[in-house]
């Protein structure tokens, strides 16, 4: 069973200029979080998915931030006209209540680090 | 709203044991739980407590008291790997499901 995968690992842009990220949640799991962690932070939270459903956003997530899970598998994440105060580790995290027998833990995938130059 | 307090960072002997504590105000609970977390690594599940009481898991043991609002993660026989920060996160009761996390206490273990 693999775990939660994201893409890029690494993203380095020119302020201004637009983004997107990818994750792809254990296979199982139809609740998908996106949070953002900075240095010496705990993750926050930007916005959740129950299956292709955005349920809740963070007042973190400005207009120039977007999520989608069109097929309620696989979510992106989409920065416009990035900042520098956009660099940051971006995680995406996946969970079941079912799976889980009602913690519904959330597992973290590795992340994409973005440096808005 | 949600507020978690733990202690930025602690230092430990190899083959000791440390407990890291976490406060909590929230205006509800569902749940909390911990992470390790490696640097430039993604945060790991630990433990996870709704009840009172202890959860033990091998050398990694955590306690919750819901009237205090307080809760410790209890590590023992510590190794060197267990150098890492370790995430304190409270799950409220609205529709979010979202957690709420703590800065995070970083450990370190000397030989």
């Known amino acids: 069973d693999t775990g939660v995968s994201q893409d890029p690992r690494h993203k380095i842009t020119k302020r201004g200029q637009n983004v997107t990220f990818r994750c792809d949640p254990i296979?199982?799991?139809?609740?998908l979080y996106w949070y953002r962690q900075t240095l010496g932070q705990g993750p926050e939270f930007l916005t959740y998915?129950?299956?292709?459903?955005?349920?809740?956003k963070s007042r973190l997530l400005s207009d120039r931030f977007s999520a989608e899970r069109p097929k309620g598998s696989f979510s992106t994440l989409e920065i416009q006209r990035t900042e520098q105060g956009d660099s940051a580790m971006y995680l995406c995290?996946?969970?079941?209540?079912?799976?889980?027998?009602?913690?519904?833990?959330?597992?973290f995938g590795p992340g994409t680090r973005l440096t808005v130059l | 709203g949600q507020n978690i307090d733990q202690p930025t960072e602690m230092t430990a002997t190899e083959g000791a044991i440390v407990q890291i504590n976490c406060t909590y105000q929230?205006?509800?609970?569902?749940?909390l739980f911990w992470y390790q977390q490696h640097a430039g690594e993604a945060p790991t599940f630990l433990s996870y407590?709704?009840?009172?009481g202890l959860e033990e898991k091998g050398r990694f043991s955590s306690f919750l008291s819901r009237s205090k609002g307080y809760s410790y993660l209890l590590l023992k026989e510590l190794q060197m790997k267990d150098s890492a920060s370790y995430l304190c996160?409270?799950?409220?009761?609205?529709?979010?499901?979202?957690?709420?996390f703590g800065g995070g206490t970083r450990l370190m273990v000397k030989p």
């Open positions: 995290a996946s969970s079941s209540q079912a799976a889980s027998g009602g913690a519904d833990t959330q597992y």
């Open positions: 296979s199982e799991h139809n609740r």
């Open positions: 998915f129950q299956n292709e459903a955005q349920l809740e």
């Open positions: 929230t205006s509800g609970f569902n749940g």
């Open positions: 407590n709704v009840l009172d």
């Open positions: 996160a409270v799950r409220g009761v609205n529709a979010g499901n979202m957690l709420t």
